[in-house]
């Protein structure tokens, strides 16, 4: 066998179809054309800079077209690809207030709905920060051929088919679980393909860094005050003190400490008493992802894939990552 044997995203789906023999392959093709919608979005991302698109929506570029923000753009790509493909019947998204029906002729009997934050972390687009498209595949449990109702998005979290994100950094890639394990893709550029990179993902039990941001200090529990402080007491047996990282996109601050292990937590505060992040497109993909990598992610009070959802947006505090490092965050919100 080649040494240098690639499997594609694509390859990858269909030998795992196996984990969802009923889905006759409609489940491996709405993961494709997601993919395909990652790799459109993901040039639109990379060519920003150069072709005028950032800014204000509303405004004109020299050519006198109207300038579209680059989140409205991923989310127009997003619907546009799942409209085509035929396997999604409607989409709960952050850019829309209500549902988006999909009512093509050859989407309109599809099985499946998704719930997606098309580009999430906006306000790092301007200064070249890593962003990131988070998304949630469900089976609908309305009837197929009518349209989509709350009730198929109302599904607790840990009813997910999929859940994935696509991180625009140095490199392009979709990280996605289907609740056998993590496995993270890789876009090569010069074949346009998501390549496996890294399979199998394990975020460590342990870290050294924590993730929050720290400007909202004030306004948060004393638990949470007090559990930064303990992060930032010199104990040498327990690696402390941790690194501070927070880069203002939940997808890289996620990605970050999937990877070297690390706590990532938006709490409530006076702001925001129930924690700005969204449940069914941000905290729901990504809790899947974490518990599957082996991590945990919580409310603080539950399981953030236990919980009921009652709105399309409604915000939800999380407490993500290394199981030891919640569990320690934990100790100190409920002291
Ligand atoms: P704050 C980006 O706007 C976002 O939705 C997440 O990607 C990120 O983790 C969070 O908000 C940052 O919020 O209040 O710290 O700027």
């Known amino acids: ?31 494709r054309d997601i993919g395909i919608a990652a790799k459109v979005i993901s040039r639109e991302v990379n060519r920003a800079g150069l072709a005028e698109i950032l800014g204000e929506a509303g405004k004109e570029n020299i050519q006198g077209e109207d300038v579209k923000k680059l989140d409205i753009i991923a989310n127009e790509l997003m619907i546009d690809c799942l409209t085509r493909g035929g396997e999604c019947c409607a989409i709960a998204s952050e850019e829309d207030d209500d ?15 998704v719930t997606m934050d098309p580009l ?47 991180i625009y950094g140095s490199s392009t890639m979709l990280v996605y679980t289907t609740g056998n394990g993590v496995n993270g893709f890789t876009l090569d550029p010069s074949i346009g393909e998501f390549c496996l990179s890294h399979p199998n993902m394990k975020i460590p039990k342990d870290g050294k860094i924590y993730s929050i941001n720290e400007g909202n200090r004030l306004e948060m529990p004393e638990g949470i005050k007090d559990y930064i402080s303990w992060c930032q007491e010199a104990d040498k047996p327990t690696n402390r003190p941790y690194s501070a990282r927070y880069i203002g ?11 070297k292990g690390g706590i990532f937590i938006y709490p409530p505060t006076a702001k925001v008493p129930n924690g700005k992040l969204r449940l069914l497109y941000e905290c729901n993909p990504i809790s899947f992802i974490i518990e599957q990598a082996g991590g945990k992610s919580t409310t603080g009070k539950e399981r953030i894939l236990d919980i009921q959802p009652n709105d399309l ?23």
Do not use: W
């Open 1 to 31: 066998m080649s040494k240098f044997k690639i499997t594609t995203l694509g390859q990858f789906i269909i030998e795992r179809q196996n984990e969802y023999p009923e889905a006759q392959g409609a489940f491996s093709r709405l993961l």
């Open 99 to 113: 549902i988006v029906q999909i009512d093509s002729p050859v989407s309109k009997n599809a099985n499946y709905v």
């Open 120 to 166: 999430d972390g906006s306000s790092n687009i301007d200064v070249n920060v890593s962003i990131g498209t988070i998304f949630c595949i469900y089976k609908r449990v309305t009837p197929i051929g009518t349209p989509a109702t709350t009730e198929d998005f109302f599904q607790k979290g840990n009813k997910m088919l999929a859940g994935g994100y696509v």
């Open 249 to 259: 996109s939940m997808v890289a601050d996620i990605h970050r400490n999937l990877s």
């Open 313 to 335: 947006h409604q915000r939800v505090p999380i407490f993500c990552g290394s199981e030891n490092m919640v569990n320690k965050a934990l100790e100190y919100l409920n002291k």
